[in-house]
């Protein structure tokens, strides 16, 4: 090559831009410290485009060990095993199916993302509804379209296992905003709950913080804290005084302090929000209901001092989160010795009451 | 002018980007429909530009109306006044400033940002500290640049009434970052507590909500939330036993809730950071303590409850947010009837534990 950059018979050519391919992450094994190899090898960390930077040290996916597939194929996906861990291992009687697919995550491409979430919720319908009368179901829309989601709910919503419209919460979506109100006046005209669940877009006040234990103790029942204050503050459950919102696996111990602290800046700055009828803290004991997992270890004594801080019995309902590693058990999930009738509301009233009829066998 | 655009005697210029100007946000008041016309009439709301985009229905920036000057100068901004307010009428023994004045927020320019806080710290001694013995002082650095901010820290950190290193709580800043090491490590060499404060920079999960309720309730304890499991996961407290952390202005009630959850994730997910070696509670009961305002209406039962819930009654310091429209009198903050030991412990004896003798008058 002479000083020029050329050589003989032809030009230089330096491409500036190749991309080489892992095969798999597990390519790269052999030059990583090993502390972090059952990350990949065991747990299922799929490399830095996870939805999550952090995984569970659990089955791959985040299933629990114990109900993992022999195959480690997706998690809860076979009916049978299912039925083994759940109806008859919990005993659970009516479980509410949830699912892991979040079309309304993907942030771009609105319409593949809707004809996903129809694709969903028929295969949903033929592969666990129809064979299993025990399950009722979601109906999962892309909630960035929200005149395409309210058909969606129209489509499927009369579907008598069918007892809910879901919605991911996202951070950069705030679900009380007039735009999202289609999907609510949707679930409204076909009886359904409107559930919240959080998703790997969910983020915490400072997006995603180094750790796992800080991403699930803040980025969840913050969310769900801020999700509700925009749908209590722009109207929605004046709007719609007979809907249901269910909050999902965000724990519960969160209630009196976010009841107390909206009630008080109410007190000062409704003026802001004059189509608010009814104070923050009754709307939220009239129209929201909670699920318990993950529940705090609580002695009975907590656990009844919180529900006399909500001063209502209704709002918590109970869930297992299968097949997730941090599962609850309806045996073990509820400090012992609680009285009979509440633990009856917790584990199956409250829930009838959201719900409504479908939900009964 | 012709149709192909020239004019005689010159060519046809057209200049698409001019801008015309306001005088004042008023200029706008004879177009503006008038339910609107009080926020900046009256509460000082300048414009688009404002940190924060709500504006509360008090004086001007945010001061009790009986507590502006008389000018409707800056709010607190007059010694006399402050003497007469807040150690005559509200009978308060030491007060601690903490100042309105951030200069962390500037996202940009940090050098002038590191010595507009040098300038208002010394600006703070000279026409505060120094005429009044019963004030205590705060040392403000831009945290964006933790060396600076520990020389700046070095300067003034033996002044004896200085108790205190300032932070102000923004989102793009995880204070429990290696990174920002530095900061806490000057604090403790000069035997100062380090203070988190809200600013209009603070954000929820999910920014800035529609309405002040929502970032009210929501933006200030999930920020505060976040900046202290940041703090525990990442070992500040374990590499600093003696530091404590006094978080301002963003309630209490929170503190049970995230107690229970902390330690929850804690017991599940540790191995994620083995340096840190006590539990979040019991880390949060011995360095870390809150301020009371803004105290929700509680009753003594739901207060003393609230107190149980956290085993300690060594956490909350007693503050008004003087000259603030919501602004808590030590008379009414807290619910009648607390036995003394405890009201005295909230109202001096826990502030003198956190911030050190030269608290003491």
Redesign the interface.
């Known amino acids: 090559m002479s000083q020029s950059g050329s050589v003989v018979g032809g030009p230089t050519i330096v491409d500036a831009d190749v991309h080489e391919g892992l095969k798999s992450i597990r390519d790269l094994l052999p030059h990583l410290d090993p502390k972090w190899h059952n990350h990949i090898t065991q747990y299922g960390w799929q490399g830095p485009a996870n939805p999550l930077p952090?995984v569970?040290?659990s089955g791959e996916d985040g299933t629990r060990i114990d109900w993992m597939l022999e195959d480690k194929s997706m998690r809860g996906s076979d009916l049978n095993l299912m039925r083994k861990h759940l109806f008859e291992g919990e005993q659970i009687t009516v479980g509410i199916l949830n699912g892991d697919f979040r079309p309304s995550t993907m942030q771009g491409w609105h319409e593949f993302a809707a004809d996903l979430a129809a694709a969903y919720n028929d295969w949903q319908i033929a592969v666990w509804l129809d064979p299993e009368p025990r399950l009722r179901g979601a109906i999962h829309v892309a909630s960035h379209d929200p005149q395409i989601a309210a058909r969606e709910i129209d489509r499927l919503g009369q579907h008598p296992q069918i007892v809910q419209a879901f919605l991911p919460a996202i951070?950069?979506r705030?679900y009380?905003?007039p735009y999202y109100l289609p999907i609510f006046e949707a679930a409204v005209r076909n009886d359904l709950a409107v559930t919240l669940h959080h998703c790997g877009h969910t983020?915490?006040?400072?997006?995603y913080?180094?750790?796992?234990?800080?991403w699930?103790?803040?980025?969840i029942?913050?969310?769900m804290?801020?999700?509700l204050?925009?749908m209590i503050?722009?109207g929605v459950f004046d709007r719609f005084p007979e809907l249901k919102v269910v909050v999902l696996e965000s724990?519960f111990?969160?209630i009196?302090?976010?009841m107390?602290?909206?009630?008080?800046?109410?007190?000062?700055?409704?003026?802001?929000?004059p189509w608010v009828k009814r104070k923050p803290s009754d709307i939220l004991r009239a129209q929201v209901r909670v699920s318990t997992q993950?529940a705090?270890?609580?002695s009975k004594r907590?656990f009844l001092?919180l529900l006399?801080?909500m001063e209502t019995e209704d709002m918590l309902v109970f869930s297992t989160d299968y097949p997730h590693w941090?599962s609850d058990s309806p045996s073990r999930a509820l400090p012992a010795g609680l009285p009979d009738g509440l633990q009856q509301k917790i584990l199956s009233g409250n829930a009838v009451a959201a719900f409504g009829p479908r939900l009964l066998p």
Chains 1, 2 share one sequence.
């Not at 699930?216 to 980025?219: I, L, Q």
């Open positions: 952090y569970v040290l951070n950069d705030e009380g905003d983020r915490s006040a400072l997006g913080p180094r750790y796992q234990i800080e699930h103790a803040t980025a029942p913050q969310t804290m801020c999700q204050a925009s503050c722009n724990g111990t969160w009196p302090h976010f107390w602290r909206m009630d008080e800046h109410f007190r000062s700055l409704r003026v802001e929000i993950p705090e270890t609580l907590q001092g006399d801080q941090d």
